[in-house]
């Protein structure tokens, strides 16, 4: 009956080192195919120098080896020393029109005092470690004071610079807004 339980016993510990085998390698595989899994409805928090920098908000994010492919792309640049908690997310949100009312526009903007603007584009390829983001598709940046749309972009956030490539319309905002003003002119350049 000894010899019994030392055979059943080596036997679990075989069974035991084959599962582990197993789930090791099905772990491996499993790491390579999340390089590539694909996300909805992703938030991704982009920090620097321990003070958090942007807001990614997408419907599809895609990571495939340092590259974040993003679908809807909404990339929040946010305000030094911020209340984490008061962020508003803006993952659905869209681009107001280009002329917009001066009124609508501080109606949008009313209840993200914690955003300088946000980048939108329907497809962006973003670079985690460089803090780059790029995209050749229609682009559209919105904040405050400044409204524009063009095609294909560089936004390098460590030097806080946005690059629009082509077909630009810039509309600046020179006057403050007034909660009871209904329209007022903006420049365009």
């Not at 999340?34 to 990614?56: E, F, V």
């Amino acid at each position: 009956m000894g010899k019994a339980n030392g055979a059943v016993y080596i036997l679990k510990k075989f069974i035991l080192f084959l599962f582990a085998l197993l789930l090791l390698n099905g772990a491996v595989f499993r790491a390579d195919e999340l390089g590539a899994l694909k996300i909805y409805k992703a938030r991704l928090p982009i920090y620097h120098k321990r003070r958090l920098q942007l807001m990614i908000f997408c419907a599809v994010m895609t990571r495939k080896a340092d590259k974040i492919f993003a679908e809807e792309a909404v990339i929040d640049i946010l305000k030094k020393n911020i209340d984490i908690n008061k962020i508003k997310y803006l993952e659905d949100t869209k681009p107001y029109a280009l002329g917009t009312i001066p009124a609508d526009v501080a109606e949008f903007w009313k209840d993200k005092t914690f955003s300088h603007g946000f980048i939108y584009s329907s497809k962006a390829v973003i670079q985690q470690e460089s803090k780059v983001a790029s995209g050749d598709q229609k682009v559209f940046f919105r904040s405050p004071q400044l409204d524009l749309n063009g095609i294909g972009f560089t936004a390098n956030f460590n030097t806080r610079t946005i690059k629009v490539l082509e077909d630009v319309d810039i509309l600046i905002r020179a006057s403050s807004y007034k909660k009871d003003a209904k329209e007022k002119s903006d420049t365009v350049i």
